[in-house]
Structures are given as C-alpha cells and as structure tokens.
C-alpha cells in the first residue's frame, strides 16, 4: 500500500557551512533561482528542537533558502550553528552519504564550463553500462565539499525499451 496522496519530491533539504558562499555556488555557477529566505530559528527553554528535527535542543538554524533549479525539485539550504558541533560530510561510502545529480543536455559543454569556474571536477565523464547503457555521468563538488553529479542520456536507458516503470526524467516532465 503506497503513502497516501504521494504525488513525487517537493524539495531536498541540505545544510552548509555559509549560506552566502553557497548561495553565490548555487546562483551565479549552476543557475537555480533563489525564492526566499527565512530564520533565524532557536528554542532557548524547550525540547522543541530535538522533538521536531532531531537536533540538540540549543542549535540555532542561522538562516534557510530556498531555490528553483530547473525542472527539478526545488532546495532548502540551511546555515546552522550547532549546539554540540559539527561533523564532516558524509563520503557516498558513509551511512548517510549522498549526492545530487543534475541532467544536462551536452555533458562536455557543462564540463568544460565547470572547469572553466573552477569547480573542482572528479575524474572524467564516465559512460555507463547494463540497464544505464547510453547514459554517461560525472561527480564534482560543491566549495564546502559536497558532491553532484552530472547526467544526460539523450537517447534513453537502456532499460526502458521493456520497462513497465520508468524513471522520471527532467527532459519529459510530464511523463
């Protein structure tokens, strides 16, 4: 039985060292679109804190942004000052690990303008394979470390030649 009234992702969540570095990151290099800011928020005298987002009660989230990319899901970008300190982000390879890819139309355009801004690339364009045949990707990072991904496959998956399923693809939002 699925989550009742789930319709798709409205927005991914991720938290920064400086809202203002990752804001110039996140507008002036890959283009999204800020909407508006809110914070500060804090709870001095309750459990608030913990109950509601599973942080030390006496953390401080500075500020929050949220931003368009695209035709993607849109992001919440939070500035912290935690109570108890902070950790290093997660590896892919760590429990909580992660990324955040974006498709783009000609994958060796946008990573020669990448490298041209001084993003910091990983390797170089990969070309998938199996049921990710005909898709080719690359990881870079953001300035406080954190990892995306490109991806474009404009001929498809090939998966999808007999798939029932298929995963939503920002080139055909619709479908």
Same mark, same amino acid.
């Given at each position: #039985?699925p989550?009742? !009234?789930?319709?798709g992702?409205? %927005?991914? !969540?991720?938290?920064?060292? @400086?809202?203002?570095e990752?804001?110039?990151f996140l507008? +002036?290099v &890959? !283009?999204?679109r800020?909407v508006?800011?809110l914070g *500060?928020?804090?709870h001095?005298h309750d459990?608030?804190m913990? +109950?509601? &987002?599973n942080? %030390? *009660?006496?953390s401080?989230m500075?500020?929050?942004?949220?931003?368009?990319?695209g035709f993607g899901?849109?992001? +919440?970008?939070?500035e912290w000052e935690p109570?108890?300190?902070?950790?290093p982000?997660?590896?892919?390879? @760590?429990?909580g690990?992660? %990324?955040i890819?974006?498709?783009?139309d000609?994958l060796?355009a946008?990573v020669?303008?990448l490298r041209?801004?001084?993003?910091?690339v990983? !390797? +170089?364009?990969v070309?998938?394979?199996?049921?990710?045949a005909g898709?080719?990707w690359?990881?870079?990072l953001?300035?406080?470390? #954190?990892?995306?991904? &490109?991806?474009?496959f404009?001929g498809?998956?090939?998966?999808?030649?007999g798939?029932p399923?298929i995963?939503?693809d920002p080139t055909r939002p619709a479908?």
């Amino acid at each position: #039985m699925p989550l009742p !009234g789930l319709r798709g992702t409205e %927005h991914i !969540g991720f938290t920064v060292p @400086d809202l203002d570095e990752a804001d110039a990151f996140l507008v +002036e290099v &890959l !283009g999204c679109r800020r909407v508006y800011e809110l914070g *500060p928020f804090a709870h001095e005298h309750d459990d608030w804190m913990r +109950e509601q &987002l599973n942080v %030390h *009660p006496r953390s401080v989230m500075r500020r929050l942004r949220f931003y368009r990319c695209g035709f993607g899901s849109n992001f +919440e970008v939070f500035e912290w000052e935690p109570a108890d300190g902070q950790r290093p982000p997660p590896r892919n390879s @760590d429990i909580g690990g992660h %990324h955040i890819a974006f498709y783009v139309d000609d994958l060796d355009a946008a990573v020669a303008y990448l490298r041209a801004r001084g993003v910091r690339v990983l !390797g +170089e364009p990969v070309a998938s394979a199996n049921a990710s045949a005909g898709q080719r990707w690359i990881y870079f990072l953001s300035p406080w470390g #954190m990892q995306f991904e &490109l991806v474009s496959f404009p001929g498809g998956k090939a998966y999808e030649a007999g798939a029932p399923v298929i995963l939503w693809d920002p080139t055909r939002p619709a479908r």
